[in-house]
């Protein structure tokens, strides 16, 4: 069956750092991929997405792009800030009406002022 | 923008006590999903429903059960409670027959058994 393989955590960093929180997945066809971010004590929250194969998501200085030769769909941020502590979800959902989403493991990430 | 909606926030019930979580989609949302996350896990998806009818069922003990509406809300229903069902419950709903798109999850319920 699908499923998602993702970095794990605690990821720990300073702030100003680069971050990298690599995901992989295994899908038949060609799901859509996602990331959520769940801060503490909250629900979760679509960060981005990508539906196709060299997509790149983008959205509050994280990027993260579809790559199919690799099943990959790393994420990236050039300068983390505090504000950015809190669990991250790569996500992936088949492209069939009311398929289910799939998540990896989350990776919590730290940033020390 | 109108979110989806699940109510209550938090419950505490005593073991072999039943509880009903509800779950209000954002409107034209037809697919209604519930996943439960244990502390310190990913959500794992429970079960969903397209249309009113159920679509998919995962790892939903059979102690639980859900419906949802001809208004397309959904319920939760958890009998016979266990220490272990303690977690956050996820409602989320997505748009009429668009696959692949994103799911819109709400604040979740946290239920806490005693």
């Known amino acids: 069956g699908d499923s998602v393989t993702q970095m794990e955590g605690p990821v720990t960093l300073s702030e100003e750092a680069f971050l990298t929180i690599n995901c992989t997945y295994t899908?038949?066809?060609?799901?859509?991929l996602f990331w959520y971010v769940q801060y503490p004590g909250e629900g979760l929250q679509l960060l981005l997405k990508?539906?196709?194969?060299?997509d790149k998501g983008s959205n509050k200085g994280f990027e993260a792009t579809y790559r199919k030769e690799t099943t990959s769909f790393h994420l990236e941020k050039g300068s983390v800030q505090v504000s950015d502590s809190a669990v991250y979800f790569c996500?992936?959902?088949?492209?069939?009406?009311?398929?289910?989403?799939?998540f990896g493991s989350g990776t919590r990430l730290s940033i020390r002022p | 923008a109108a979110g989806v909606i699940q109510s209550p926030r938090h419950l505490i019930k005593e073991k072999r006590e039943t509880a009903t979580l509800k779950c209000y989609p954002i409107?034209?949302?037809?697919?209604v999903y519930w996943y439960q996350q244990g502390p310190g896990q990913d959500p794992q998806f429970l079960i969903s429903?397209?249309?009113?009818?159920?679509?998919d069922k995962g790892s939903i003990p059979d102690r639980f059960s859900a419906q949802q509406f001809s208004d397309y809300h959904s319920e939760l229903n958890m009998s016979s409670l266990e220490l272990g069902d303690s977690a956050l419950y996820f409602c989320?709903?997505?748009?009429?027959?668009?696959?692949?798109?994103?799911?819109?999850f709400g604040q979740g319920t946290r239920l806490t058994v005693v």
């Open positions: 429903f397209y249309e009113k009818m159920q679509s």
């Open positions: 899908a038949t066809g060609y799901p859509s």
């Open positions: 409107p034209r949302h037809d697919t």
């Open positions: 996500a992936l959902r088949g492209y069939s009406s009311a398929s289910k989403i799939i």
């Open positions: 990508a539906t196709k194969a060299d």
């Open positions: 989320a709903s997505s748009p009429v027959g668009t696959g692949g798109t994103e799911a819109f």
